[in-house]
């Protein structure tokens, strides 16, 4: 199976402040996700981000808040924008190989003071 | 709307004992549906799948689930816990949305094992 990578593994930062978060898989695939799960709660799609078409948010998740960017089929960039500590949480992108089913990286731990 | 709902937040077992972690969904088609495993610090690892066909599933580290189209439902089960299965697992549904297949996760249930 493909493996997948995500960097930062974790980043601490100042509110008012973006980071990007990259997602790096060993194989071209079409379609990559993008989850959030706030501390101690389940994860939450934020958008759908396949290559050759703009990101499909999820509803309460807006692009100008997290922009996404997916230049081939290999890679993908989830940018937290202008954060608050409401923004903590761990930021997981996903691939679907085409069968149906999900496979995740290992998540970016943000914390914003 | 698609919703997935697991009763048990945490579950404290004795190793060697027996599981059964508890899913109830909602979806209006014939569901996707995915049990995965996160243990502490680490990524989403799919333990099992079910898309149709035989509802006793088989899936990694000795885990099954069962399809109850009637219940709908898809427990997961373990008939002897080890220490290592401590994690949290979360239920999840496909909802396919056009071409892309969006998963929808419920809230999760923590195990704890005692030896």
């Known amino acids: 199976s493909a493996v997948i990578s995500q960097k930062p593994s974790r980043d601490i930062c100042q509110r008012g402040t973006s980071l990007t978060i990259q997602c790096q898989v060993d194989?071209?695939?079409?379609?990559m996700f993008w989850y959030r799960q706030q501390p101690g709660q389940s994860l939450t799609l934020i958008a759908t981000?396949?290559?050759?078409?703009?990101?499909?948010?999820e509803s309460g998740f807006v692009i100008d808040k997290f922009p996404i960017s997916r230049p081939n089929l290999t890679f993908s960039t989830l940018t937290v924008s202008n954060m608050s500590p409401e923004d903590s949480s761990i930021y997981l992108c996903?691939?679907?190989?085409?069968?149906?089913?999900?496979?995740f990286g290992p998540g970016t731990r943000l914390t914003v003071l | 709307a698609q919703s997935v709902t697991q009763p048990d937040i945490h579950i404290t077992v004795s190793e060697g004992a027996s599981l059964e972690l508890r899913c109830n969904y909602s979806?209006?088609?014939?569901?996707?549906l995915f049990w995965y495993v996160q243990s502490p610090g680490q990524g989403l690892q799919l333990l099992l799948k079910?898309?149709?066909?035989?509802?006793l599933v088989q899936g990694i580290k000795g885990f099954e689930a069962e399809f109850k189209r009637s219940q709908s439902s898809f427990n997961l089960r373990k008939p002897s816990v080890h220490w290592s299965d401590a994690a949290e697992y979360f239920c999840?549904?496909?909802?396919?949305?056009?071409?892309?297949?969006?998963?929808?996760f419920g809230t999760g249930t923590l195990l704890a094992v005692q030896p």
């Open positions: 194989s071209q695939v079409t379609m």
């Open positions: 079910y898309f149709s066909g035989d509802t």
């Open positions: 996903s691939i679907d190989p085409g069968g149906n089913e999900q496979f």
């Open positions: 979806y209006g088609a014939t569901p996707y």
């Open positions: 999840a549904v496909g909802a396919r949305s056009g071409a892309t297949n969006k998963l929808i």
């Open positions: 981000a396949n290559q050759g078409s703009e990101a499909t948010y």
